[in-house]
Nanobody, 128 residues
Protein backbone atom coordinates (compact mmCIF):
# COMPACT_ATOMS: atom_id res chain seq x y z
CA UNK A 1 0.00 0.00 0.00
CA UNK A 2 1.44 3.34 -1.06
CA UNK A 3 1.76 5.76 1.84
CA UNK A 4 3.41 9.17 2.17
CA UNK A 5 4.00 10.95 5.47
CA UNK A 6 5.31 14.52 5.65
CA UNK A 7 7.12 16.09 8.60
CA UNK A 8 9.36 19.03 9.39
CA UNK A 9 6.93 21.91 9.16
CA UNK A 10 6.76 24.69 11.71
CA UNK A 11 6.99 28.40 12.42
CA UNK A 12 10.02 30.25 11.08
CA UNK A 13 10.96 33.89 10.69
CA UNK A 14 11.36 35.48 7.25
CA UNK A 15 14.78 34.67 5.88
CA UNK A 16 14.95 31.45 7.85
CA UNK A 17 15.19 27.84 6.70
CA UNK A 18 13.27 24.60 7.12
CA UNK A 19 13.71 21.10 5.77
CA UNK A 20 10.63 19.05 5.04
CA UNK A 21 10.70 15.27 4.86
CA UNK A 22 8.39 12.86 3.07
CA UNK A 23 8.72 9.25 4.20
CA UNK A 24 7.43 6.77 1.65
CA UNK A 25 6.27 3.23 2.26
CA UNK A 26 4.79 0.53 0.09
CA UNK A 27 7.00 1.32 -2.89
CA UNK A 28 10.62 2.25 -3.68
CA UNK A 29 10.80 6.03 -3.84
CA UNK A 30 12.94 5.98 -6.97
CA UNK A 31 10.43 3.89 -8.92
CA UNK A 32 8.01 6.77 -9.59
CA UNK A 33 8.11 10.51 -10.04
CA UNK A 34 7.71 12.35 -6.73
CA UNK A 35 6.94 15.93 -5.87
CA UNK A 36 5.98 18.67 -3.44
CA UNK A 37 2.88 20.84 -3.62
CA UNK A 38 1.51 23.51 -1.30
CA UNK A 39 -1.77 25.20 -0.49
CA UNK A 40 -1.92 28.63 1.09
CA UNK A 41 -5.03 29.82 2.93
CA UNK A 42 -7.74 30.80 0.50
CA UNK A 43 -5.74 29.65 -2.51
CA UNK A 44 -5.64 26.63 -4.75
CA UNK A 45 -2.97 24.00 -4.27
CA UNK A 46 0.06 24.63 -6.45
CA UNK A 47 3.13 22.69 -7.53
CA UNK A 48 6.43 23.50 -5.84
CA UNK A 49 9.00 20.99 -7.08
CA UNK A 50 9.35 17.52 -8.54
CA UNK A 51 11.92 14.78 -9.04
CA UNK A 52 11.44 12.97 -12.29
CA UNK A 53 13.11 9.63 -11.62
CA UNK A 54 12.10 8.61 -15.11
CA UNK A 55 13.93 11.43 -16.83
CA UNK A 56 16.58 12.01 -14.16
CA UNK A 57 15.75 15.68 -13.69
CA UNK A 58 14.14 18.09 -11.26
CA UNK A 59 11.59 20.85 -11.74
CA UNK A 60 10.86 23.95 -9.66
CA UNK A 61 8.16 26.57 -9.62
CA UNK A 62 9.52 30.00 -10.53
CA UNK A 63 8.50 31.33 -7.13
CA UNK A 64 10.89 28.98 -5.30
CA UNK A 65 13.70 28.57 -7.81
CA UNK A 66 17.06 29.37 -6.23
CA UNK A 67 15.67 29.10 -2.68
CA UNK A 68 14.29 25.54 -2.45
CA UNK A 69 16.12 22.30 -3.19
CA UNK A 70 14.43 18.93 -3.67
CA UNK A 71 16.31 15.71 -3.00
CA UNK A 72 15.77 12.09 -2.08
CA UNK A 73 17.56 9.38 -0.14
CA UNK A 74 16.84 5.96 -1.59
CA UNK A 75 18.31 4.16 1.41
CA UNK A 76 15.91 5.99 3.72
CA UNK A 77 13.11 5.95 1.10
CA UNK A 78 12.56 9.60 1.95
CA UNK A 79 12.23 12.77 -0.10
CA UNK A 80 13.27 16.17 1.21
CA UNK A 81 12.58 19.81 0.49
CA UNK A 82 15.24 22.19 1.78
CA UNK A 83 13.70 25.65 1.98
CA UNK A 84 15.99 28.64 2.44
CA UNK A 85 15.35 32.39 2.56
CA UNK A 86 11.72 31.76 3.41
CA UNK A 87 9.18 34.48 2.77
CA UNK A 88 5.74 35.10 4.29
CA UNK A 89 4.21 34.09 0.96
CA UNK A 90 5.68 30.60 1.43
CA UNK A 91 3.21 30.06 4.26
CA UNK A 92 1.10 27.04 3.32
CA UNK A 93 0.35 23.41 3.97
CA UNK A 94 2.97 21.40 2.09
CA UNK A 95 2.08 18.05 0.58
CA UNK A 96 4.20 15.37 -1.01
CA UNK A 97 2.81 13.25 -3.80
CA UNK A 98 3.70 10.51 -6.23
CA UNK A 99 2.37 9.48 -9.59
CA UNK A 100 2.17 5.74 -10.23
CA UNK A 101 0.27 5.76 -13.53
CA UNK A 102 1.86 8.63 -15.39
CA UNK A 103 5.35 9.84 -16.24
CA UNK A 104 5.51 13.59 -15.83
CA UNK A 105 7.70 15.97 -17.80
CA UNK A 106 8.33 19.68 -18.00
CA UNK A 107 4.85 20.43 -19.29
CA UNK A 108 2.85 18.15 -16.98
CA UNK A 109 4.62 17.95 -13.61
CA UNK A 110 2.72 20.89 -12.15
CA UNK A 111 -0.70 19.53 -13.14
CA UNK A 112 -2.25 17.86 -10.13
CA UNK A 113 -4.50 15.48 -12.03
CA UNK A 114 -1.47 13.33 -12.85
CA UNK A 115 -0.54 12.76 -9.17
CA UNK A 116 -2.50 9.96 -7.55
CA UNK A 117 -1.11 9.47 -4.02
CA UNK A 118 -0.82 12.29 -1.48
CA UNK A 119 0.39 12.74 2.06
CA UNK A 120 -1.62 14.44 4.78
CA UNK A 121 0.41 17.66 4.67
CA UNK A 122 2.61 19.63 7.04
CA UNK A 123 2.07 23.29 7.97
CA UNK A 124 4.77 25.85 7.24
CA UNK A 125 4.28 29.33 8.65
CA UNK A 126 6.69 32.15 7.85
CA UNK A 127 6.11 35.09 10.15
CA UNK A 128 7.96 37.50 12.40
Amino acid sequence: QVQLVESGGGLVQPGGSLRLSCAASGFPLNSYDIGWFRQAPGKEREAVSCISNTHGTTYYANSVKGRFTISSDNAENTMYLQMNNLKPEDTAVYYCATTTDFVVDGTTWYQQQFWDYWGQGTQVTVSS
